[in-house]
C-alpha cells in the first residue's frame, strides 16, 4: 500500500500538521511532550501513508499492520496521525488531550482509543509487545494459512533503548528470525537529563546487528524518500527483523527547543509556539488548523489502506467455503472462545494420588492443548520445573513457526510483555511460566497486562518456602500479596490437584483479565471431594469446605490457601473431633471473592464469629480484611531460609497443631 503525495509542498504540510496537532494539543493542555512528535512526524507521516496496512472504519481487522508507539509519551503524534486518517478521534479529541474522560490520555490505552494496539508508556515494554505480536501473526499464518500475512511496525525512542526489556525481547526476536518485525528507532540524542551522551554513547545499530537484526540508517529523519526505501527494503528482508535507525531531531522547527531537552516533555509555551509556527510559515490561527488539501491527502490514504481490507476479504471469505473447520477454529479463536467439548479430557485426581500442583498443572495443560489449537506459551528456562511443554508440539522456532512450545529464554519481563504482545494481537490464548518469586522481574509487564485487561494466564510455580534448599532467595513471601494489591489481576492458589484443574478453566473461561496461578513444588494430598465440598467452588474464590456448626454459628473458622489447606484441614477435624463447631474456608482467591456480593461473603465468613484463623505461607499483608479484629494470622512476615521444605514448615509454624493451637487459643 503506497498513496505518494507528488506535490512536495503538499508533502511538507502534511507533516507540518501532525508536528502543530501536537504542538496545539500540548500547549492547551499545558501538559504533554510535543518534543517526539516534532521530531518523527515524517517518519510517522511516511509509514501511514505508504506502507500500513489499516482500516479506520474496522480497527479491529484482523489482518491488518499492527502500528506500536513505544515510546507512548509521543502519544499525540498516534493521536494526530489517527484523527487525519480517519479514525474515530475528532479535533475536539485532540483538543481535549490529557482531560477528564477523553479519548486522548496521557499514554495509549489499549481499549480506549479506537487504533492503539497497546498500552504504552513504561518505555520499552511496547518494542516488547511489538515482538509478541509478530510471534503471533507467524504462529498465525503458519496454522491458519495465508488468511493471516501482516507487518508489525514498531517505534522506539532513546529512552526505549537504554531499557532492559527491549534488549531481551530484541535478542529473542533475532533469535526467531522475526522477517515481518520492522523497528523504527527515533534517534533524536535527547532525553530528560539532556543529551544521551551522558549517559548512552554505545553503538545501538551494531548491538542490533549482533542480536541478529537487519540494520539500517537513514542520516535525514526529514527526508520522506530515505524513510520511504529503507522500510521498503525491511519489507525485502525476509530472514531478520529489521532494524531502522532514523537521525531525528527533538523539537525540530522550534526555534530555540529543537534538540533540547527542553523539548521532550513541557510545552514549548505560547511564544515559542508562535516563534516555530512563524519559521514553519504555518497560521497562528486558528489552533489544531488542518488545510483541507491536507485532510484530503491523509483520508486518501487510509480509504486506500482500507481498500486492502476489501481485498483480503474476499480472499478471507473463500478461504471460509473451502476449509469451514479450520474457520470455525479461526472464529474461536479472535472470540477468546473455547470449543465445544473443550474441557472433555480434563484429568480427575482421586484420593490415593499425592500430586504437586505444578504437575497437576502440566496434566490439564496437555488435557486441553489438542482441543484448543492456538493455546501457545512456555516457560523462561524452566519449562521442566514448570511443567509447561506441551507434549508432541513443535516449539516455536523459524524453522517450525506452528510450534506452540515457545523457549522465552532466561528473559521473564520481556517473556510477560511478549505474552502481552500475543494477547493484544488477538487470536492467541498465551500463557507464561516461571518461578513464583521471578515475578519481581515482570512486575511492570504484569502490571499492563491488568490495566488492558487481557487474559494472559501466568504459570508460577514454586510458589511458597516449600522451595526448600533453594533459600530465601527463591522462595516468594511477600509476591502473593503484590499480586492481589494489583487491581483487576486474578489470583488463584489451588488446594491441591483437582482445584488446580478448576483453576485452569476458571483462567481459561477468563477472556477480560490475567489470571496467577500460584503452584507448589511439593506433593500435596488430593482432598476427599466427597466429603468435602468440590473443587469447583473455587469459582466464588473462597467457599467452605467443611463445617460443623450444624446450620448454626461457628464457634471458630479456619481459613487457608494453597499448600496451607491440607494441615488447616487436619486442625478442623481435630477441632471437629472434640465438638468444636468449627468451619474450613478454602480462601484460593481473595480476588475473585471480593467480587461476589455481600450475601456470598457473609455466607462463607459470618460477621458473627470473630474466632478467625488464617494461615497461609507468605506475609500476612492484606488478611486483616477476612480475619477481623478478633482474628489471628500464621504467616511469615520474614524471609525464608535453606533447608528442606518439611523443615522450613515445621520451624516457621506452618502445622496443623500450631493451627489447633491458635484456634484453641482464641476460643479460650
Known amino acids: 500500500m503506497s498513496t505518494v503525495v507528488s506535490d512536495p509542498a503538499l508533502q511538507d504540510r502534511c507533516i507540518d500538521t501532525i508536528r502543530f496537532l501536537a504542538v496545539d494539543g500540548v500547549q492547551k493542555a499545558n501538559s504533554g511532550h510535543p518534543g517526539m512528535p516534532m521530531g518523527a512526524a515524517a517518519v510517522a507521516y511516511t509509514l501511514f501513508t505508504r506502507h500500513l496496512r489499516y482500516d479506520p472504519a474496522d480497527p479491529q481487522w484482523p489482518n491488518r499492520d499492527r ?59 511496547g518494542v516488547a509487545n511489538a515482538v509478541g505480536m509478530a510471534v503471533a501473526e507467524r504462529f498465525l499464518a503458519a496454522t491458519y494459512g495465508d488468511v493471516m500475512d501482516h507487518y508489525t511496525y514498531v517505534l522506539a525512542g532513546d529512552g526505549c533503548m537504554m531499557e532492559g526489556i527491549s534488549s531481551e525481547a530484541a535478542s529473542f526476536a533475532g533469535h526467531q ?25 554505545e553503538d545501538v545499530c551494531k548491538r542490533y546487528e549482533a542480536y541478529g537484526w537487519h540494520v539500517q540508517k537513514v ?56 516563534l516555530t509556527k512563524e519559521t514553519c510559515a504555518w497560521p497562528l490561527d486558528p489552533e489544531f488548523h488542518v488545510p483541507d488539501e491536507v485532510r484530503e ?25 473451502a476449509d469451514a473447520a479450520r474457520a470455525a477454529s ?22 490415593e494420588d499425592k500430586v504437586a500442583t505444578r504437575a497437576a498443572s502440566g496434566k490439564v495443560i496437555n488435557a486441553v492443548a489438542p482441543h484448543i489449537p492456538t493455546l501457545m506459551g512456555g516457560s523462561a528456562d524452566l519449562a521442566p520445573s514448570n511443567n509447561t511443554l506441551i507434549k508432541d508440539a513443535p516449539d516455536q522456532q523459524a524453522a517450525t513457526p506452528g510450534g506452540r512450545n515457545v523457549r ?56 511458597s518456602i516449600g522451595v526448600g534448599e533453594d533459600g530465601p532467595t527463591h522462595q516468594p513471601v511477600e509476591h502473593l500479596a503484590m499480586l492481589r494489591a494489583t487491581p483487576g489481576f486474578i489470583d488463584l492458589r489451588p488446594a491441591d490437584a483437582n482445584e488446580t484443574v478448576e483453576a485452569w478453566r476458571i483462567a481459561l473461561q477468563t477472556a477480560d483479565a490475567p489470571v496467577g496461578l500460584m503452584l507448589t513444588r511439593q506433593n500435596l494430598p488430593t482432598i476427599d471431594r466427597e466429603k468435602y465440598a468440590p473443587a469447583s467452588g473455587i469459582a466464588r474464590g473462597a467457599y467452605v469446605m467443611d463445617d460443623a456448626s450444624d446450620g448454626g454459628a461457628p464457634d471458630v473458622i479456619l481459613i ?5 489447606v491440607a494441615l488447616a484441614l487436619e486442625a478442623h477435624e481435630r477441632l471437629v473431633a472434640e465438638g468444636v463447631r468449627s468451619r474450613l474456608v478454602n480462601m484460593a482467591s481473595m480476588r475473585l471473592f471480593e467480587q461476589q456480593d455481600a450475601g456470598y461473603r457473609e455466607s462463607v465468613l459470618p460477621p458473627a464469629c470473630g474466632a478467625r484463623v488464617a494461615v497461609e505461607a507468605g506475609v500476612t499483608l492484606g488478611w ?17 531460609a535453606s533447608a528442606p521444605a518439611g523443615t522450613l514448615f515445621q520451624e516457621f509454624g506452618f502445622t496443623a497443631d500450631n493451627v489447633y493451637a491458635r484456634a484453641k487459643a482464641l476460643l479460650a
Not at 524518500?225 to 532494524?243: L, N, V
Not at 535507525?245 to 515559542?272: F, M, W, Y
Not at 472462545?337 to 482421586?350: N, R
Open 219 to 274: 542520516a535525514d529523519g526529514n527526508d520522506v524518500e530515505a524513510i520511504d526505501a529503507a522500510i521498503t527494503a525491511a519489507k525485502a528482508e525476509t530472514g531478520k527483523p529489521s532494524f531502522i535507525a532514523v537521525r531525528t531531531h527533538i523539537g525540530c522547527g522550534s526555534p530555540n527547543k529543537q534538540d533540547k531537552a527542553a523539548a521532550h516533555g513541557a510545552p514549548l509555551g505560547a511564544d515559542e509556539v508562535k
Open 560 to 564: 487457608a490457601s494453597g499448600s496451607e
Open 330 to 351: 479461526w472464529d474461536d479463536a479472535w472470540a477468546h472462545a473455547l470449543p465445544e467439548g473443550w474441557d472433555a479430557d480434563l484429568p480427575v485426581f482421586t484420593t
Open 67 to 125: 502500528f506500536v508507539l513505544s515510546a507512548g509519551h509521543a502519544s499525540m503524534l498516534l493521536y494526530s496521525l489517527l484523527h487525519l486518517t480517519g479514525y474515530d478521534l475528532t479535533l475536539d479529541d485532540l483538543k481535549a488531550f490529557r482531560q477528564w474522560g477523553s479519548r486522548t490520555p496521557g499514554h495509549p490505552e489499549y481499549g480506549h482509543t479506537a487504533g492503539v494496539e497497546t498500552t504504552t508508556g513504561p518505555l520499552g515494554q
Open 624 to 640: 486483616d480484611r477476612w480475619i477481623g479484629d478478633g482474628g489471628v494470622v500464621i504467616g511469615i512476615d520474614h524471609f525464608g
Open 177 to 201: 528470525q522475526l522477517g515481518k518485525l520492522i523497528l523504527l528507532y527515533d534517534d533524536n540524542h535527547i532525553t530528560i537529563d539532556g543529551s544521551t551522551d551522558l549517559a548512552f554513547t
Open 408 to 463: 522465552w529464554g532466561v528473559r521473564e519481563l520481556a517473556m510477560a510483555a511478549m505474552g502481552n504482545g500475543l494477547a493484544t494481537h488477538g487470536g492467541i490464548r498465551p500463557y507464561v511460566a516461571t518461578f513464583f518469586v521471578f515475578v519481581d522481574y515482570m512486575r511492570p509487564a504484569m502490571r499492563l497486562s491488568a490495566l488492558m485487561g487481557l487474559p494472559v494466564i501466568y504459570v508460577l510455580t514454586h510458589d
Open 297 to 321: 491527502a491523509f483520508r486518501a490514504a487510509g480509504k486506500q489502506a482500507a481498500e486492502a481490507h476489501a481485498e483480503w476479504t474476499r480472499k478471507y471469505e473463500a478461504w471460509r467455503a
